[in-house]
């Protein structure tokens, strides 16, 4: 089993730059391919980024493209997003995810908050 646990969220004002950060339980983390996606209340959740535990390959979702940018560190066991030029709509809670061995594991979430 995997805990996740987010930290890193807050109040931002529009353009200005939060990092967040999941810490990761597990011996294999560094073979985790670790995500990041994010909900509004009565939404779906929807992908942000993600980075593979093999390669270290990223992907972003198209409305982060450029301005966010995910990164691990596997000796600590953790994931970051930095993001920068936030806006408004950047307004969320981020949630940490990773897939072992076909199961789904998520983090609590943490809450961005970007005013105009």
């Known amino acids: 089993q995997v805990q996740l646990a987010e930290s890193g969220g807050g109040l931002v004002q529009a353009g200005g730059s939060l990092r967040l950060s999941c810490a990761a339980s597990g011996r294999t983390f560094s073979w985790y391919d670790m995500g990041w996606y994010r909900q509004i209340p009565g939404k779906e959740r929807e992908f942000v980024a993600d980075?593979?535990?093999?390669?270290?390959?990223?992907y972003y979702a198209d409305s982060v493209k450029g301005r966010f940018t995910i990164s691990r560190d596997n000796a600590k066991n953790t994931v970051y997003l930095q993001m920068n030029s936030l806006k408004p709509e950047d307004t969320a809670s981020y949630y940490c995810?990773?897939?072992?061995?076909?199961?789904?594991?998520w983090g609590r979430g943490t809450q961005v908050t970007v005013s105009s």
């Open positions: 980075i593979s535990g093999s390669s270290g390959r990223t």
């Open positions: 995810n990773c897939i072992v061995a076909g199961t789904a594991y």
